[in-house]
């Protein structure tokens, strides 16, 4: 009897999975990815895997497509099948992780003073 999917850990076309930083350093900022196909033919290391694939936005929208460079232990297979015009949101996906935004001498978020009052 063949392998299911899951037994052979091998992703197919319509998957939709999760990429943490689980997958690979650059998904430090998670993306959910509908599979085109598991490339099979490029030399990887042990563990790891190309996927090609179709980057989805919110809505559950393809926005671009990607050959991606991932481990598979930390490939996350998704619930959400994008249908109906709602996705859900990806785990971890809240406000930015990045700097917050620079304030300047006055406390200005631009940097730049505040204006002068002008009295007459």
């Known amino acids: 009897m063949p392998e299911s999917n899951e037994e052979s850990g091998r992703f197919q076309a319509g998957d939709v999975v999760l990429l ?62 994008g249908a109906g015009g709602t996705f859900p949101p990806c785990p971890n996906q809240g406000p930015s992780l990045g700097r917050p935004p620079r304030s300047g001498p006055n406390g200005s978020s631009s940097g730049n003073p505040k204006p002068a009052t002008v009295r007459r």
């Open 20 to 81: 943490t930083d689980a997958a690979s350093v650059q998904f430090r900022k998670p993306i959910v990815v509908r599979v085109i196909r598991e490339i099979p033919d490029r030399y990887t290391y042990d563990g790891w895997l190309w996927l090609d694939g179709y980057q989805l936005n919110a809505k559950g929208e393809a926005v671009a497509r990607r050959e991606l460079f991932v481990m598979r232990a930390g490939v996350q297979r998704h619930d959400g099948d």
